[in-house]
């Protein structure tokens, strides 16, 4: 698995600077993000995506640019959105499925095949010519989900996939990531999900706050989460 | 249209999408051919009940025949115009011609899947690749397919955000919400596009 190696890489909007001079090397298998709201998680996630570029410093995964060379960090990299309303791109399960295949360069009609057999090995062959529409909110980031897989990405980048799902659908799908050989990013709010991880990183206000294994980060981010709730807001 | 397609099979929902629509073009510019009074009311008589007899079960008939509803004022001021001028053939003509062309093209969307259509187009735009690629066209009509519900979900909860702290009605007001959001969406997508490969 190729590392990730970020190079004082910074992210700035105009008037904003969403991260601050970031350097580090994730090379773990499960790696966790955390920090409080606005500290620049969902970018950081963005920035290795390759969805935006770096505005200064620079993002490689092994040698690849994630942002210019798009062919080459298709195959390494998939986002999972927060919302997977914002991810689904196509009205029926099948097209939705077949089109990361299709972007890789498989023709159409194999790529539909494939999807066809995804969804029969998972026991869900009925939802091939579904409408998206009628998904729940579980099963859509279900098709998300395996609309990534089905692209064979060495690293998944998960925001927040927990957020907004029932107790049972977030057990299953807390089982079917624990299972996959892939790199997970993830980021995640509550300190218990992130004890499994090989590394944690902890921003704060786009900068690096802390980064290591669990047991080296944890201890100082629930302390300062801790102080920080029991203040009122200013 | 999205809507149109009707859920309940009918003979003609078997026909293949690229005859039936060439055979509707041929049938318009039949009506619409200059004629005699008598035999040009024959044709779109026939035109008509063919098509109605196509439709078949009464379930979708019902939902043929409704469609018919706009064209009620047109009907009327032919009614009055062609009785004014005493030239009532005339007129039931015009009348009859309107109504099997539209019977006939009503007909062809509630019977024709869009996914057909969107291949028929796809198909037809085949010569123009080089100034108009087939791949980026097929992904238009297919985030189109995909929007138009999902913006009017949208609209629909925007609708019921403003009466939730107001007690005035919205009318135009929400246009500059809705527009607002159908931009979030379009940017939301350009983002999903190109995290999976966008416009390779």
């Given amino acids: 698995m190729e590392p990730i190696r970020l190079t004082h890489a910074s992210c700035s909007v105009p008037g904003k600077t969403l991260l601050h001079d970031l350097s580090v090397t994730l090379a773990g298998r499960r790696i966790g993000l955390i ?5 620049g998680k969902t970018t950081l996630l963005r920035l290795i995506a390759g969805l ?16 210019a060379d798009r062919k080459a960090a298709l195959r ?9 309303d914002h991810q689904i791109l196509f009205p029926t399960v099948e097209e939705e499925l077949a089109f990361g295949l299709t972007q890789l360069g498989q023709p159409q009609a194999q790529a539909l095949a494939l999807a066809k057999a995804r969804l029969a090995a998972e026991g869900r062959e009925d939802w ?36 907004a799902l029932d107790l049972p659908t977030e057990t299953r799908l807390r089982r079917q990531l624990a299972r996959l050989p892939q790199r997970l990013i993830t980021i995640a709010h509550r300190p218990d999900d992130l004890s499994d991880c090989d590394e944690v990183l902890w921003l704060e206000a ?29 | ?44 008589l026939a035109v008509l009940v063919a098509a109605a007899l196509a439709a078949g ?27 004014v001028t005493r030239t009532p053939l005339e007129g039931a003509v015009i009348l009859l011609r309107m109504a099997a062309a539209m019977g006939a093209a009503n007909l062809v969307t509630m019977t024709t899947r869009l996914a057909d259509l969107q291949g028929l187009v796809l198909w037809l735009m085949r010569p123009l690749a080089p100034i108009l690629p087939a791949k980026p066209l097929a992904i238009a009509i297919a985030l189109m397919i995909r929007f138009v519900p999902v913006m009017s979900d949208r609209a629909a ?13 919205a009318r135009a007001r929400l246009m500059a919400p809705r527009a607002l959001a159908a931009l979030d969406d379009a940017d939301r997508v350009a983002e999903a596009l190109r995290a999976r490969g966008g416009a390779l």
């Fill in chain 1, 35 to 39: 920090g409080r709201n606005g500290s």
């Fill in chain 1, 52 to 67: 935006v570029a770096p505005s200064a410093g620079t993002v490689r995964l092994g040698e690849t640019d994630p942002f």
């Fill in chain 1, 76 to 84: 390494k990299i998939g986002i999972l959105f927060q919302n997977p």
């Fill in chain 2, 1 to 44: 249209m999205l809507s149109l397609t009707s859920p309940v099979e009918t003979p003609a929902h078997g026909w293949r999408v690229g005859p039936k629509l060439l055979a509707l073009a041929g049938l318009t510019l039949g009506l619409f051919l200059p004629a005699p009074g008598w035999p040009a009311l024959a044709l779109a």
């Fill in chain 1, 206 to 234: 786009g900068r690096l706050a802390g980064f290591g294994p669990p047991a080296q980060v944890l201890p100082g981010f629930i302390a300062e989460m801790t102080r920080l709730g029991a203040e009122d807001a200013p």
């Fill in chain 1, 128 to 163: 091939t010519k579904r409408a998206v529409s009628t998904l729940s909110h579980g099963q859509k980031q279900w098709l998300c989900l395996q609309a990534i897989l089905l692209m064979g990405p060495e690293t998944l980048l998960l925001d927040e996939p927990f957020a």
């Fill in chain 2, 157 to 169: 909860q925007l609708a019921q955000a403003w009466p939730a702290r107001s007690s005035r009605r």
């Fill in chain 2, 57 to 83: 079960r009464w379930a979708i008939l019902a939902a043929w025949l409704r469609l018919f509803r706009p064209l009620w004022p047109f009907a009327l001021l032919l009614i009055l115009w062609h009785g």
